[in-house]
T-cell receptor
C-alpha cells in the first residue's frame, strides 16, 4: 500500500469546470507538496503547506492535518492546466519527499 | 525556469556502461536532492546532499553514487547500467536541508539499450 494515495488517477474535464484532486497520507508529516508535471517532463512546485489553505491564481490547496488529507482545486479550468498533478509529503523529522502516483488531468476545450 | 540546471538532457547508452549526470542548484541553495522517475516505480527519492555532506539516503542502488562539490553542483554517477535503470532523473534544490520547498531541474532522460 502506498503511503501517499491520490484520487482520482485520471480526470477529464471541460474547460471552465471546477476541479478537485485529493491526497491522503498515512502518518504524521511536516509538510505536503503539490507538484505539476507537464508532458515535456519538467516538474514545477505549486504549493508547500503544513496547515490551512494557500491560493495562487486559479489554484487553491488545502490541508487537514487531523484527517491527514489535502485537496488541490483548480477554478475555471483551462486546457493549459492539462498535466500530471503529484502530491508529495515530507515525513515528520525527515527531509525526503515521498510521492503519490499522480493524477493525470486533461481539460478539453 | 526554476533556476536549477541539469545536463545532459538526454543520454543513450548501453548496458554495463557508466554515466555521470550533473546538476547545478539555484543560486543560494545549499541542498541538492536526486530523484528517479520510472514508468513502473513512479518518482522515488535517491539521495540528498547539503553543503557538501550527505544528509539523507533513499532507494539508491549500490551501483549509484553521488557527491556535491565545493561550488555546490552535484553529480550522480550510475555504473554497471541495466535496462531497468532507464528513467528520468531529476535534481532539485532548496535553501536549507529540512522542511523547505524544493525547486526541480528539467531532468535527464536516460535510456539504456
Amino acid at each position: 500500500k502506498n503511503e501517499v494515495e491520490q484520487s482520482p488517477q485520471n480526470l477529464t474535464a471541460q474547460e471552465g469546470e471546477f476541479i478537485t484532486i485529493n491526497c491522503s497520507y498515512s502518518v504524521g508529516i511536516s509538510a505536503l507538496h503539490w507538484l505539476q508535471q507537464h508532458p515535456g517532463g519538467g516538474i514545477v512546485s505549486l504549493f508547500m503547506l503544513s496547515s490551512g489553505k494557500k491560493k495562487h491564481g486559479r489554484l487553491i490547496a488545502t490541508i487537514n492535518i487531523q484527517e491527514k488529507h489535502s485537496s488541490l482545486h483548480i477554478t475555471a479550468s483551462h486546457p493549459r492546466d492539462s498535466a500530471v498533478y503529484i502530491c508529495a509529503v515530507t515525513w515528520e523529522y525527515g527531509n525526503k519527499l515521498v510521492f503519490g502516483a499522480g493524477t493525470i488531468l486533461r481539460v478539453k476545450s | 525556469d526554476s533556476g536549477v540546471t541539469q545536463t545532459p538532457k538526454h543520454l543513450i547508452t548501453a548496458t554495463g556502461q557508466r554515466v555521470t549526470l550533473r546538476c547545478s542548484p539555484r543560486s543560494g541553495d545549499l541542498s541538492v536532492y536526486w530523484y528517479q522517475q520510472s514508468l513502473d516505480q513512479g518518482l522515488q527519492f535517491l539521495i540528498q546532499y547539503y553543503n557538501g555532506e550527505e544528509r539523507a539516503k533513499g532507494n539508491i542502488l549500490e551501483r549509484f553514487s553521488a557527491q556535491q562539490f565545493p561550488d555546490l553542483h552535484s553529480e550522480l554517477n550510475l555504473s554497471s547500467l541495466e535496462l531497468g535503470d532507464s528513467a528520468l532523473y531529476f535534481c532539485a534544490s532548496s535553501v536549507a536541508w529540512l522542511y523547505n520547498e524544493q525547486f526541480f531541474g528539467p531532468g535527464t532522460r536516460l535510456t539504456v539499450l
